[in-house]
Nanobody, 128 residues
Framework: QVQLVESGGGSVQAGGSLRLSCAAS????????MAWFRQAPGKEREFVAV????????YYTDSVKGRFAISRDNAKNTVYLQMNSLKPEDTAVYYC?????????????????????WGQGTQVTVSS
């Protein structure tokens, strides 16, 4: 089992920044990728960004490219999501996820079913 704990959410005005953190514990040696998803009220959970643990390769959904950056700290088993130029449409609960699957086609990590473990979520609210 892998436990994931997110932190760093909050409220910010449009144009502001937040940094989310996700600390993994437990059987972290099984981890091949970690990602962030988000879910707004009344909407399905959507992919935001992923980082592959072996080579730090990253992939983003189009709506956050150039504004968000995912990174990792191997020693701390922690993944981060730096969110800049935030927009009201970024408002959602953000979830961290961990996958035991290695996939050379990183874009295939966009599917939630690829991930085995999920955090409890952290709220991000962006006001206009």
């Amino acid at each position: 089992q892998v436990q994931l704990v997110e932190s760093g959410g909050g409220s910010v005005q449009a144009g502001g920044s937040l940094r989310l953190s996700c600390a993994a514990s437990g059987r972290t040696f099984t981890n091949n990728a970690m990602a962030w998803f988000r879910q707004a009220p009344g909407k399905e959970r959507e992919f935001v960004a992923v980082i592959r643990w072996s080579d730090a390769n990253t992939y983003y959904t189009d709506s956050v490219k150039g504004r968000f950056a995912i990174s990792r700290d191997n020693a701390k088993n922690t993944v981060y999501l730096q969110m800049n130029s935030l927009k009201p449409e970024d408002t959602a609960v953000y979830y961290c996820a961990s996958s035991k699957t290695y996939d050379s086609f990183i874009w295939r990590y966009m599917k939630p079913e690829t991930f085995d473990y999920w955090g409890q979520g952290t709220q991000v609210t962006v006001s206009s």
